[in-house]
């Protein structure tokens, strides 16, 4: 361990898609854990689309603040623990930021988590981490999706949309999936088992939503926002629940998109639409992670990771999520597990 510690910290706000020249790469002094404080060695940074957000402006967090470390979830291991509940050698994850070293306050709240034993930190950052936990709540408690109802999720392909939709199918729901291209589509349909999947680039989406879904969606979970989410209205079953997880067609506008035009069809078909954060089941952490663990042993679970290696492009695999580049959970490597 050196004396400095590199690190991404935010330059500008960005206009549009982020640039390399919205960061600034830095070297600081190695931050000095203090009492109830660890010290964590980070390897793996995780990418998460509302990350655009925070370097933007205030939303359910404060912005990140010009000149501050880039603020994102990082996984790595505790290096100096000045916490009973910790201990060196153990590996977890948190808010902890787009740099080498992080200080990490434990009883502060907020996502810092153990990794299962015997779990790779690839998994424990995607399936087991907050991706797995956004895919688990939103769909069963938000969306409270049940055996036989037909569920379409949007950006089915990626990180989180792919959990979505083999969570339904572990529970016995007929899956339609929307990714942008025929080699995501195909994923969907032949490795994950959906039994439909949609390219929105290149397909009619009503008239393809109208074929994939003929006794319309119960639940429709979504990731995208825009076009996707109106068309999806006009399908919409009786009581349907559209959960909304985010919005990313949209992230990097600078003007709000008009509104859904379609939305009285949840009058008409008395349905129900709830946006919901991940955090706020931070104390059902142990039940998602336990119930995960199993899908993930019993093969019903496939987890996929993208990793991008090397700190200095942490800005380019961010964006990666944007260009729909990522294929799974997008990871960036940052240093060799000391374990290995
Ligand atoms: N509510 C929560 O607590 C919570 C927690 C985590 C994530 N989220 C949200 O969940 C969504 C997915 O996040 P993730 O981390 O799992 O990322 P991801 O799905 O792995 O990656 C983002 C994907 O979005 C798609 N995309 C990008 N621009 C698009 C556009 N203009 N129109 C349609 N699709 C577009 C791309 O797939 P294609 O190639 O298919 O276009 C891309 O691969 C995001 O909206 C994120 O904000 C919410």
Redesign the pocket.
Known sequence: MGTQNRCWLLERRPRGMASAEDFRLASEPMPEPGDGEILVRTELLSC???QRGWMAGETYMPAVGLGEVMRGIAGGEVVVSRHPRFTVGQRVQGMLGWQEYATARVDEGGFLQPIPDGVSLETGMSVLG??GL?AYF?LLDVGRAKAGETVLV????????SVVGQIAKAIGCRVVGV???PE?CRYLSETLGFDAAID?KSENLVSRLRVTCPNGIDVFFD??G?V?LDAALLFLATRARVVI?????GYNDETLPPGPKNYIRLLVQRGRME?????DYAHRTAEAIAVLSGWLREGRLKDRVDIVEGFENAPAALNR??T?E?Q???LVRIAESLRS
């Open positions: 998460d689309p509302t907050l991706t956004t939103g949007s950006g089915a392909a990626g990180a989180t949309g990714a942008g291209g995501k929105y990731n995208v825009g996707v997880c985010g919005a990313i067609s946006g919901f954060n991940f955090l999520l944007f729909g990522n799974g959970k997008q």
